[in-house]
């Protein structure tokens, strides 16, 4: 079976590879490298503030995009080589919220609702953050969310009347 879904990526540390944005980029070819994965769709990158703790040390700027993607992976599998790129790009999860290399988070796996220990779809914080929302509403505006039974675009709209991305 395929499925189209879709994924957030950020980054905010260098590394080897380079600048975040480059990372990114690099991410987006690797994660097309493999056979089950054909990315469908790239949104613009985005500039925005790191989300941090209190009382914790200011973070660098992210970049922040969204992918779309067609699999013949299950959701438990595109997860697993979603941890294994991040892993690729010097991922280290060190603390909520710490600076990283790269982070990819699955959003979206066509219209399921998953529940378990180990994942969430609909990605349970996407509706609270512009970073998302934006660049998904670039390239996946009318797909309908499985849970607010709203389209993106909708879901974007109402939430960056609040936030700002550049």
């Known amino acids: 079976m ?7 990526l950020g980054s905010n540390l260098s590394n080897q590879i380079g600048d975040s944005q480059q ?5 987006i070819a690797q994660l097309d490298s493999y056979p089950a994965i054909d990315i469908l ?17 200011p973070q660098p700027d992210y970049i922040n ?5 067609k699999t013949t992976l ?15 790009f010097g991922r280290e999860r060190r603390e909520r ?6 982070d990819l988070d699955l959003l979206l796996y066509g219209d399921r609702c998953i529940d378990s220990p180990e994942l969430v ?11 998302v929302l934006v660049p998904l509403a670039e390239i996946a505006a009318d797909w309908i969310h499985p849970v607010h039974g709203v ?16």
């Open 2 to 8: 395929t499925e189209i879904c879709a994924i957030a």
């Open 23 to 27: 990372i990114v980029q690099a991410a």
């Open 41 to 57: 769709r790239v949104s613009p990158w985005y500039r925005t503030k790191a989300i941090t703790l209190p009382n914790a040390e």
């Open 65 to 69: 995009g969204c992918a779309i993607l």
């Open 74 to 88: 299950s959701p438990w599998q595109l997860l697993q080589i979603l941890l294994r790129v991040e892993r690729a």
């Open 97 to 102: 919220w710490g600076a990283r290399t790269l």
């Open 121 to 131: 779809i609909p990605h349970p914080h996407m509706g609270d953050r512009a970073f």
């Open 151 to 166: 389209a993106i675009a909708e879901l974007c709209q109402k939430l960056t009347a609040n936030q700002k991305v550049t």
